[in-house]
C-alpha cells in the first residue's frame, strides 16, 4: 500500500471517529454535521490549489491540496458516501478514455 493510501485511510478514520462529537471544539465534528459547510470548504480548498498550482508554488499546492484532500474526505463522510463508492466508480472508468467517459455520461 502506498503512503499516500495508507495517509488516506488513516486521515478518513480520524474524521469518522469525530461524527457526534462537539462542533464547538472539532472541526471534523462541525464539518460532519453541515453538509453544505463542508461542501463549501471543499470549494474554497479547491481554488486555493488551483491558485498555487497557477502560481507554480509547488509548495503551496502540497499545502492547498492537503487541506483539499482532507475536505474532500469529510465531505464525503458527511454526505454518507464511502471511499469505496469513489473508488468503484474510478475502476469502471479504468481503461476509458476520460473524452468517451464524459460523452457517455446521462445530460
Known amino acids: 500500500m502506498s503512503r499516500f493510501t495508507e495517509t488516506l485511510e488513516r486521515l478518513a478514520a480520524v474524521i469518522e ?3 457526534g462529537g462537539d462542533p464547538s471544539s472539532s472541526w471534523s465534528a ?3 454535521a453541515d453538509t453544505p459547510l463542508a461542501a463549501k470548504k471543499l470549494a474554497e480548498e479547491a481554488v486555493e490549489a488551483a ?3 497557477v502560481q507554480g508554488d509547488a509548495e503551496a499546492l502540497a ?3 492537503a487541506d483539499l484532500v482532507y475536505h474532500w474526505l469529510a465531505l464525503l ?3 454518507g458516501v464511502s471511499l469505496d463508492a469513489v473508488a468503484a466508480k474510478l475502476e469502471a472508468r479504468e481503461g ?3 473524452i468517451a467517459e464524459k460523452a457517455g455520461r446521462p445530460k
Open 17 to 19: 471517529s469525530r461524527r
Open 77 to 79: 463522510a458527511a454526505a
Open 96 to 98: 476509458v478514455s476520460g
Open 51 to 53: 491558485l498555487a498550482a
Open 63 to 65: 499545502a492547498e491540496s
Open 30 to 32: 462541525r464539518l460532519l
